[in-house]
């Protein structure tokens, strides 16, 4: 038999980084609905809410194979799908900002700096999988991050864009903001659930999921701040916008907290599924999946990080 050589596949090539979540969070008043509405901000969920086919932006989301940023890595679109239909109960969509794994604060960081770009991700989501019901679940210390977002869905009530026939359309959304009392154990969904209930943070047995049995044990969708931040650009550029980042399996941009033993941490945005060679040393540890998540990173060569300090945004590279 001929020997077939063995080739190294052909590299992906590097798209130039663009931050995009994180983009705002140093331009002052950046949490303000003003700041938000200058940079254009509430206009996809104006040109999509009542308008846009809801299965059709469960679709784009699927497409651009966005992976929940909660650590598990759930596909988001799929999720979506999932959702029980036709059980004459309400639909839920909770939004977890728990984030009280040790060294974690990109959650944190979207709730405080930039929070009406949350909003208008909720506001989508609830169009697309027709939900008239948002809790957005904030761990217990985050009391700025609290009070940022009860004033940031204040602004959005006012102008319409939250409450009653939002944006003048035949839809109402009432979005909730709910502290916990900062057990690490609410982070889990099921936890925040209970907690949200108004019971103690104890995880419940699955199944049922909570897609078909959460909330009140209604059908409920659970994802993450980071989550549903992204989909508010997914639905603004599209599922090929997304893919141009991050690999076939994990595409997208991902926040990425690493740091160094006994330095000051950083955070830094690149795309997802980026590969650092495990030894790295100004990318100790990522804590996408907690501080556990160290070492798994696969040993293949990436271009270096373009280091920017403390708190910077760099393109971790493919
Ligand atoms: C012990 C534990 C703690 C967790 N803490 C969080 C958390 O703080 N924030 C979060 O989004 N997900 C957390 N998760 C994951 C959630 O259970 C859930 O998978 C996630 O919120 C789903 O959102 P996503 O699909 O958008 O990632 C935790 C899971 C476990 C087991």
Redesign the pocket.
């Known amino acids: 038999m001929a020997e077939v050589p063995l080739e190294a596949p052909a590299p992906k090539a590097v798209v130039p980084f663009t931050p995009v979540i994180l983009k705002h969070i140093h331009e002052a008043g950046s949490h303000t609905l003003d700041h938000y509405l200058a940079r254009g901000g509430y206009e996809t969920a104006r040109n999509l809410v009542g308008v846009a086919e809801p299965a059709s932006l469960v679709k784009i989301v699927e497409d651009s194979g966005l ?8 596909p ?1 679109g799929k ?1 979506w799908t999932f959702l029980a239909k036709g059980t004459g109960k309400p639909s839920y969509l909770t939004v ?6 040790p060294g974690t604060f990109k ?1 944190r960081y979207i709730i405080e700096k930039d929070p009406h770009q949350l909003l208008e991700g909720v506001i989508l989501t609830c169009w697309a999988i027709q939900s008239h019901h948002a809790f957005i679940y904030l ?1 217990g210390e985050f009391i700025l991050g609290y009070e940022r977002l009860e004033a940031a869905v204040r602004e959005a009530k006012a102008k319409g864009f939250i409450g009653t026939k939002i944006f003048g359309k035949d839809f109402d959304l009432k979005v909730v903001v709910m502290r916990g009392a900062g057990a ?2 609410c ?6 659930l209970s907690s949200i209930e108004g019971g103690r943070g104890y995880p419940k047995i699955k199944p049922p999921f909570p897609a078909v049995s959460g909330v009140f044990k209604s059908p409920t969708i ?4 980071e ?2 931040a992204a989909v508010t650009h997914i639905l603004k550029h599209g599922a090929a916008w997304h893919k141009q980042w991050g690999t076939e399996k994990k595409p997208g941009l991902q926040a990425l907290l690493p740091f160094r033993r006994g330095e000051k941490t950083g955070r830094v945005r690149g795309a997802a599924r980026h590969h650092f060679k495990r030894n790295d040393r100004r990318l100790w540890r990522w804590n996408g999946g907690g501080p556990h998540a160290q070492g798994r990173y696969p040993r293949r060569p990436f271009g270096p990080p373009a280091d920017s300090g403390d708190g910077g945004e760099v393109h971790a590279g493919l």
Not at 67 to 72: C, D, L, S, T, V
Not at 222 to 225: G, Q
């Open positions: 992976r929940g940023r909660g650590g598990a890595g759930f988001t999720k977890n900002g728990d984030e009280s794994e959650d761990r690490y154990i982070g889990e969904e099921t936890g925040m659970v994802n993450n701040v989550t549903i």
